[in-house]
Nanobody, 122 residues
Framework: EVALVESGGGLVQAGGSLRLTCVAS????????MGWFRQALGKEREGVSC????????YYTEVVKGRFTISSDNTKNTVHLQMNSLKPDDTAFYYC???????????????WGQGAQVTVSS
């Protein structure tokens, strides 16, 4: 059974940083685009970032560009999301996901984890 396990969430003040880590198991990691989406209380799911399995290109939703950085390590089946200059609007549950495509307007997900809470105080 595919497993994606996130860690690194927490409470941080506005302007601070957090680094999310996702460890994947029981699927061929390098065959999937990996990404992160988030969902805030009462809001719809929002794609945050993804990294292409074909060429390593990274994509970001507009509101996090310049602040978030995605990276992956195929040798460790791991993907990270470095989040800097955090804002209260970034508060949400963040989910690691395996995606059929990356860099298109469609944020779709084949598998995702249990999520990690990120709370940014003002």
């Amino acid at each position: 059974e595919v497993a994606l396990v996130e860690s690194g969430g927490g409470l941080v003040q506005a302007g601070g940083s957090l680094r999310l880590t996702c460890v994947a198991s029981k699927f061929t990691f390098e065959n999937y685009n990996m990404g992160w989406f988030r969902q805030a209380l009462g809001k719809e799911r929002e794609g945050v970032s993804c990294i292409s399995s074909s060429d390593g290109s990274a994509y970001y939703t507009e509101v996090v560009k310049g602040r978030f950085t995605i990276s992956s390590d195929n040798t460790k089946n791991t993907v990270h999301l470095q989040m800097n200059s955090l804002k209260p609007d970034d508060t949400a549950f963040y989910y690691c996901a395996a995606m059929p495509s990356c860099g298109t307007s469609d944020w779709e997900y084949d598998y995702w984890g249990q999520g990690a809470q990120v709370t940014v105080s003002s």
